[in-house]
């Protein structure tokens, strides 16, 4: 028999990936990238003079069209293989991605008549302009004693589905109305690959409330919220949801002739970008985190029983891999955070000094911040530049970096950035394993870790752990077409499994991060001082954050009320 393959699409906040690889080893044969046309739409409506408000975040749904049109027909001619043996398509994106379609699986903002209106079109994952309704929403299920609730470590998130449709509803009513089903943006793409409505329940488990026994929570509890919301659940948000790894459907006719594949095509039950990364490090079993770092960080690690975990985003019966509970903790913002130093804070000779050594201003920062020790710039920064996902679920809080003297140098400032984005995910490693939740090793894939060594040696002497690292640079769009693999079956050249496929597919590099003993002693202390600050700002101890950003909402209204 010749040699299968299946095709790994990676939805990311600016671009979606794909990857076509062999079924028997795991071997990337070929990748193509596609920028999203659009990009993140924050500012401005396509086309249009309609501003968006403070803490949106938009897509356009035919970027993610134009990654099947584009990024599939090349990774097939790159190839030369032939589209007979590709057997499976497995999709994941970031999420809650999410966008309102029509009883035709239109998305609203590509009517002429809506789309002048923000609320037709995706709320991409980082959209925060919800936070008023995840905040009603966590004080009316606390009041209720939902129990949903200690799955979700006690607060939901206003990235989440819920608050964005609830956003929706408040803000524009006939958006609402006109809306026939509600999206993951993952499902969306599925559904027009094969004509089937079929949601995953992955991205439903732990983003809309959902649980393989109980479903979602009752009617009762929608109803509290706003009494529009009473049905939500069995309309707007109607749909089988499907294990990952199930087959959702095969590839239509007109879809196989734009992506250049056979139709018939087997197309798994969409996924969550980080959680299809899981089994494509070889991670099927407990205590192993592992961390999906990029333009965020998503940190995943399997159970074997159901546990309370504060500031977790979910804990997910089969939510990652069957037979286990996924639980799943994040921080909003991490290479977001390096970006915008670079974009916008780094002085102009380090740019010059950069370019003229002919290496990227990242590299630079890098270079120089590894000559210091730690602690030895005494500096420390709180990472919550998009605000605090895990543990303190609060995306009014912002960024500090404190410390800083006229010898401060921009190098220092990056380390501080870095250090403080490692303490992030100290606390979530601590938050699991004071609830009970094993964390022995780490494994990192995504973009950063292949990216910046001394970002990685930073997260192993602050975590005090080994972190084994992904070799593929695509470890998401990996583990997606494993998961076309076993939607395919073993039958037809894929997989019963998905550990089956991980065991065959998985791969990580040979080269470790150990943690230094030295720097873990130093770091410990500068932790103990994080921690001080992560109260006091985060727990109430000063809200100066808070009433900062409720200052800046009211200017910003009243300038943008001037200039009407
Ligand atoms: N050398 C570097 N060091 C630290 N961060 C980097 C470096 N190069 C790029 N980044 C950051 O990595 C992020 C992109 O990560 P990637 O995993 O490729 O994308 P995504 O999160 O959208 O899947 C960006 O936020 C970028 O600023
Ligand atoms: O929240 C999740 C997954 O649950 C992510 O999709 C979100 O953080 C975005 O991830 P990226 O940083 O774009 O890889």
């Not at 939901?156 to 803000?171: D, F, G, P, R, Y």
């Not at 899981?278 to 770092?293: E, F, I, R």
């Not at 998401?476 to 039958?491: I, L, N, Y």
């Not at 770091?523 to 809200?543: I, K």
Request: proline share 4%.
């Amino acid at each position: 028999m010749s040699n299968k393959y299946a095709i790994g699409i990676d939805y990311g906040t600016e671009s979606g990936r794909a990857v076509l690889v062999e079924l028997s080893t795991g071997e990337e044969i070929e990748s193509h990238v596609t920028p999203y046309p659009h990009g993140v739409i924050d500012e401005v409506l396509p086309d249009s003079a309609v501003k968006l408000g403070l803490n949106w975040a938009l897509q356009h749904p035919d970027d993610y069209m134009e990654v099947l049109r584009r990024s599939v027909p090349a990774v097939m001619k790159q190839s030369g293989i032939s589209a007979e043996d590709v057997i499976g398509i497995g999709i994941d994106f970031t999420s809650c991605t999410m966008l309102p379609v029509d009883e035709q699986g239109t998305p609203l903002c590509f009517k002429e008549s809506l789309k002048l209106n923000p609320h037709s079109w995706v709320k991409l994952w980082k959209h925060h302009a919800a936070q008023d309704e995840a905040d009603l929403l966590n004080e009316i299920a606390a009041r209720r004693g939902e129990p949903f609730m200690s799955r979700y470590g006690g607060k939901l998130s206003s990235e989440w589905m819920i608050a964005k449709i609830w956003q929706v509803l408040n803000e524009a009513p006939e958006i609402y109305r006109q809306t026939d089903l509600f999206f993951e943006a993952t499902d969306w793409v599925v559904s027009q690959m094969t004509g089937n409505i079929v949601r995953n329940s992955c991205a439903s488990g732990y983003k809309s409330i959902w649980h393989k026994n109980s479903g979602y929570p009752d009617r009762q509890f929608f109803s509290a919220l706003d009494p529009r919301l009473d049905n939500l659940t069995a309309t707007k948000l109607r749909g089988n949801i499907m294990p990952l790894g199930t087959k959702a459907g095969e590839l239509t006719p007109e879809m196989a002739g734009v992506m250049g594949l056979k139709p018939g095509t087997a197309v798994a039950v969409g996924n969550v970008d980080a959680h299809a990364a899981v089994p494509a490090v070889g991670v099927v079993t407990p205590g192993k985190l592992v961390m999906a770092m990029g333009t965020s960080i998503c940190h995943m690690v399997l159970g074997t029983e159901e546990k309370a975990v504060e500031g977790m985003c979910g804990v997910v019966e089969d939510g990652i891999i069957p037979g286990y509970y996924g639980y799943e903790a994040g921080q909003s913002a991490v290479g977001d955070i390096f970006a915008w130093y670079v974009d916008e804070a780094v002085p102009n000779y380090v740019h010059m000094l950069a370019g003229q050594e002919g290496i990227h201003v990242h590299e630079w920062l890098e270079k120089r911040a590894s000559a210091y020790k730690p602690g030895e710039s005494g500096l420390l920064a709180l990472d919550w530049w998009n605000g605090n996902r895990s543990i303190l679920v609060d995306t009014n809080l912002t960024g500090l970096i404190l410390g800083c003297t006229l010898q401060t140098k921009p190098e220092e400032i990056y380390r501080a950035l870095l250090e403080a984005t490692a303490f992030g995910t100290r606390k979530i490693i601590d938050a699991f394993t004071q609830s009970g939740v094993e964390i022995q090793e780490l494994y990192a894939c995504g973009g950063l870790p292949q990216r910046n060594k001394l970002l990685m040696q930073i997260y192993a002497d602050v975590t005090n752990r080994e972190i084994k690292v992904a070799a593929s640079k695509q470890t998401p769009a990996v583990g997606a077409a494993m998961f076309g693999a076993v939607a395919a079956g073993a039958e037809r050249g894929g997989y019963a499994t998905i550990q089956e496929a991980s065991a065959k597919m998985a791969r990580v590099l040979e080269q470790s991060y150990r943690p230094i003993a030295a720097n873990v002693l130093i770091y410990e202390q500068l932790f103990q001082e994080y921690s001080r600050l992560h109260d006091y700002f985060g727990r109430g101890g000063n809200d100066v954050m808070k009433r900062l950003k409720t200052i800046k909402e009211n200017m910003h209204t009243d300038v943008h009320h001037d200039s009407l």
